[in-house]
């Protein structure tokens, strides 16, 4: 069950990070609570992503880039054993697509790394990001930065790129894991919201365009 493969992510030190959480009291805080209730209402997901009436678009998005980090991140986990420098010394989406690494310190240049180095920097990455308050600011009154939306679509296309890897070549993990209809589900939510707002370029979308087949509208 998902269950047993969430304890497995718990137990293995290298894989989990503490989630990020929104301080209760918070605006952030409320808004994250109504989208989890909507989420569990069962509400079509296409619903779900819509900027609530009356709520500021950053903040909204500034609770689902942290959500689906914290979401995907869990996911990768529990087939990270499976995703090795052995089974994938490249990161990449079947043989049409490749993912280089780039930052701002160890690697400025595109750099060639294998999936669980790749899944490995991008967390990190990630992880100092939302955590930096310049940039996600978490105090009341605190103006997000000018180039915030920027950040949040190179945040959210890296974490696209985990959904390529996964399913295209540890599906059959997924599946025998149990883990296929929870995996589907954040991939669908993922995938409307950054949608919605056209957060992510569609040509990165492309290698996922026929997965999973039969919901995509």
């Not at 293995?12 to 503490?18: H, L």
């Not at 918070?26 to 994250?32: A, D, G, H, N």
């Not at 994938?88 to 999936?115: F, H, N, V």
């Not at 059959?172 to 919605?196: P, Q």
Request: hydrophobic share 35%; with cysteine; glycine share 4%.
């Amino acid at each position: 069950t998902m269950a047993l493969c969430l304890k497995q992510v718990f137990n293995k030190d290298k894989t989990f990070r503490p989630r990020k959480k929104f301080e209760p009291g918070t605006q952030r805080f409320e808004l994250y609570k109504k989208a989890q209730a909507s989420l569990k209402s069962g509400l079509d997901l296409k619903a779900v992503v819509q900027l609530p009436p009356g709520e500021s678009i950053n903040d909204w998005i500034a609770v689902h880039v942290v959500d689906f980090f914290n979401r995907i991140n869990l996911i990768y986990g529990t087939m990270s054993e499976y995703c090795t420098e052995k089974s994938c010394p490249i990161m990449s989406g079947g043989l049409k697509y490749e993912y280089r690494w780039q930052d701002d310190s160890k690697y400025k240049k595109p750099t060639k790394l294998s999936a669980p180095q790749y899944m490995c920097m991008l967390m990190d990455w990630i992880e100092m990001l939302i955590n930096n308050e310049d940039i996600f600011p978490t105090r009341i009154g605190v103006p997000f930065p000018r180039q915030f939306q920027q950040v949040c679509t190179k945040i959210l296309t890296r974490l696209f790129r985990v959904f390529v890897h996964v399913y295209i070549h540890h599906f059959d993990s997924i599946i025998n894991m149990g883990a296929e209809a929870h995996v589907n589900t954040c991939y669908k939510h993922f995938y409307y919201f950054i949608r919605e707002f056209s957060l992510v370029d569609h040509r990165e979308l492309e290698p996922l365009v026929r997965m999973p087949q039969g919901w995509e509208g």
